[in-house]
């Protein structure tokens, strides 16, 4: 998997001038005062993509969701953030007390982006707000969305990137060989109001848009049970977990299986010194609540202990090896576009200040298929340094 909170926050095209637009019109939009629009202005970066001039807030600000975005005079919402539960039967019941039911989808393991049509082009934004180019260059191969935006232009669909051949987070699914797209929500450009489940889904469906699967509708108070049967399914097949939503769309909920954590985990530590501490405890935490809720007994609870283990320190234990070999550690990915996407694409992971190894670099059936790495200095300096006897001082 790829770093698991996001696509990158930086952009090689960011620019000192932004789009203004009318700002007493973003504040309107935004449903805040001038002032606090003003206090706003600091946070927001400006970039510009293909010489569209935009701004975006790339994290939590003043009641702002996250990855919101002001462009040629229209408003992106970013996505709300969902919460998490570490106990279904009481976190359940609490998340939706004023709801008697609840649908449950599956939670996919790639990366967010939201698309709007802005000036008659279709935009992807990453879930921090920036233009993703890549996405927006793929998306026509992936989904047809022309009936949609005609109909409805002023949606903000909503959708995972999943597949093994993406830049930043690749996951096998069945039946996806490349990349592809599976929208799980639908919700008005500027406002951020979801469609109810039932809503949304009938009408992807009408559009050809695919979807993430929809497990069952169920009682907010046998909610739990369900709930834990589905994750064991999922757990057996390596899935990620899942999203619980009132029927109005509102209210949100993930959960997810134990292989996710450990998962997350190895990943996190193949590269220690940059994802490895961040991760940990609250994933950790996941596993001490989901053992002691199911009733695990001591050698099931040992078993998943071996597991937590086994994923964090052998993952730290190959990454040292690397160093110690003189290798390179880094992420590994496979993309598979046009030429000039690909190009798009290492023109912008190397304006962030990355450095981008080519391994393997071809074409089949028409497109540039390349295997790079993105290398990562801190994990692979820190354990250099410590290897060459840094004296750690605690």
């Known amino acids: 998997m790829g770093p698991p909170d996001d696509t990158p926050d930086t952009d090689a095209e960011a620019e000192s001038t932004s ?3 009318d700002d007493t019109s973003y504040h309107r939009q935004l449903g805040i005062g001038e002032a606090a629009f003003d206090g706003l202005q600091p946070h927001f970066q400006q970039r510009n993509y293909e010489g569209l001039e935009y701004r975006h807030v790339p994290d939590y600000r003043r009641g702002v969701e996250r990855g919101t975005v002001l462009i040629d005079g229209e408003m992106v919402r970013g996505f709300p953030k ?4 570490l106990v279904l039967e009481t976190g359940i019941p609490t998340q939706f007390d004023e709801h008697e039911r609840i ?8 990366y967010n982006v939201r698309v709007a049509r802005i000036d008659g082009k279709q935009l992807a934004f990453s879930r921090s707000g920036m233009v993703c180019p890549f996405t927006t260059r793929v998306l026509t191969r992936l989904v047809d969305l022309d009936d949609l935006f005609e109909e409805h232009p002023n949606t903000l669909v909503c959708g995972e990137v ?16 490349s990349i592809a797209f599976r929208a799980f929500d639908w919700r008005d450009r500027e406002s951020g109001e979801p469609l109810p489940v039932q809503e949304r889904r009938e009408r992807y469906e009408a559009l050809g848009v695919p979807q993430t ?18 994750i064991r399914e999922l757990d057996a097949e390596d899935r990620e977990g899942v999203i619980l939503k009132s029927l109005d769309g509102n209210t949100l909920l993930k959960y997810t299986t134990s292989s996710s954590t450990n998962s997350d985990l190895a990943y996190a530590f193949s590269l220690p010194f940059d994802y490895g501490q961040a991760f940990m405890f ?32 052998c993952s730290m234990r190959e990454a040292i090896q690397t160093v110690e070999d003189g290798d390179a550690l880094g992420e590994r ?42 290398r990562t200095p801190s994990s692979n300096d820190t354990i250099r340094n410590y290897l060459d006897g840094h004296v750690v001082r605690e």
């Not at 907010?220 to 049967?229: D, I, Y």
């Open 19 to 21: 789009d203004r637009g």
């Open 82 to 85: 969902v919460p998490g539960t």
């Open 103 to 110: 649908a449950v989808e599956e939670k996919l393991n790639g």
């Open 162 to 177: 999943i597949g093994p051949e993406n830049p930043y987070t690749a996951h096998d699914y069945p039946g996806v060989d």
């Open 213 to 230: 699967p929809l497990f069952e509708v169920v009682n907010v108070g046998s909610a739990a049970a369900s709930v834990q049967e589905i």
């Open 282 to 313: 609250r994933r950790l935490l996941r596993e001490g609540f989901q053992t002691v809720e199911w009733g695990e007994d001591d050698e099931v609870a040992r078993e998943r202990a071996h597991e937590v283990g086994e994923s964090i320190l």
């Open 333 to 374: 990915h496979t993309v598979r576009a046009s030429d000039k996407t690909i190009d798009v694409l290492f023109e912008h992971l190397r304006g962030q200040g990355l450095t981008i190894d080519i391994e393997d670099d071809s074409h089949e059936d028409g497109d540039r298929v390349v295997t790079f790495c993105k």
